[in-house]
Every structure is written in C-alpha cells, then in structure tokens.
C-alpha cells in the first residue's frame, strides 16, 4: 500500500514518483514508479476470413530499439479520452485507414514492476482509406500481410514489440466475430 509520494521528474511523456509503500511483511520501502497516461493499440484487418485474415502493420522508426520495428498502430491517450477514441486516432494518424468498427480485445499492464502503464488492445474493421496525419518524429511505413505471416515473424523475432505480440496472439488465439 502506497503511504506516500514524491515527484521527481514531470516530462512530456511520463513522470517519475518516488513512492513510500508498505509492504506485506509490514516493512516500509521507496519505490521508483514511472506513471503514464496509458495508451491504446489496434489490429487493423482487411479481411473477413476466419482461417488466415489480412491485417496491417507498421514499420516504424524507435530510438530505443536502434531502429525501425513493426508494430501495430498505437499511441497515448490524451487527458480525458477514452482508449477506443485514443485507437481510432492512432489509426488513422499513423495508417490514413479509419474504423468502421473498433472491438476491444484486451488490455494489460506493460511492465508493472515499474510503471502503471496500460495497453488497451482493439481490433479495426471496415477500414475506409484516407490520409495519414503523423506527428514530425513519426517515420512509418505500413504492410498489409496475413496474420499466419505476422506470426511467423513473432517467432522467428523479426516482431520485437511487447503490445504487438500481445495483441497478434490474443487475436489468433481467440479472434473476434467477423
């Protein structure tokens, strides 16, 4: 249980607290807890079919990772919107493809030994084609393949991206009605 609190760093992106918690055993400790606002990421899918659906993805530039990764589309929630908003946005953002449908598939902690970050997964259909409108330090270009592909890249690690995995085998895993 958290008895107390200290920020020590406020960014654009995320802050940092210091927190004083209890432990269990009754024992008081600091925590360093990085606090995000969350985020929201989206399978897009062309395609209707049940057995082996076309979904799209993006390769995009990450400064963490030394370099381009596919991904799916994503992004932070602004303050006071919700994550199916958030995912529509980003999809359209990153992609130019906007949702006719956006079905929630899951949502989970990133790395809750340290942040309070969450993802909520969706899934995109009835895509209609438009214009991207990405931000100036968005390099992305997008692909469309079948999902047996992307998985395939899952397992030979060509997909590196936690939310991407997640989201790519909750999906092959248990799917959505079409």
Not at 8 to 21: A, E, H, K, M, Q
Not at 32 to 57: N, Q
Request: net charge negative.
């Amino acid at each position: 249980m958290k008895t107390g609190t200290r920020r020590v760093y406020s960014g654009r992106v995320l802050n940092l607290d210091i927190d004083t918690v209890s432990f269990p055993d009754g024992a008081t400790g600091e925590l360093e807890m990085v606090r995000h606002s969350g985020a929201s990421a989206v399978v897009p899918v062309f395609t209707a079919s049940a057995a082996d659906p076309e979904i799209l993805l993006i390769r995009q530039f990450r400064h963490a990772a030394d370099g381009p990764i596919w991904e799916i589309p994503a992004g932070r929630l602004d303050p006071g919107e919700t994550p199916e908003a958030c995912a529509a946005r980003e999809l359209t953002e990153e992609t130019g493809e906007h949702a006719g449908r956006l079905t929630r598939l899951a949502t989970f902690y990133t790395t809750p030994g340290f942040t309070d970050e969450r993802i909520h997964l969706f899934v995109a259909r009835d895509l209609v084609r438009g214009e991207h409108r990405r931000e100036a330090d968005e390099f992305i270009e997008t692909r469309r393949i079948s999902l047996s592909r992307a998985l395939e890249m899952i397992r030979t690690g060509e997909i590196v991206d936690g939310k991407t995995i997640v989201a790519l085998l909750f999906f092959s895993r248990f799917g959505l009605p079409v």
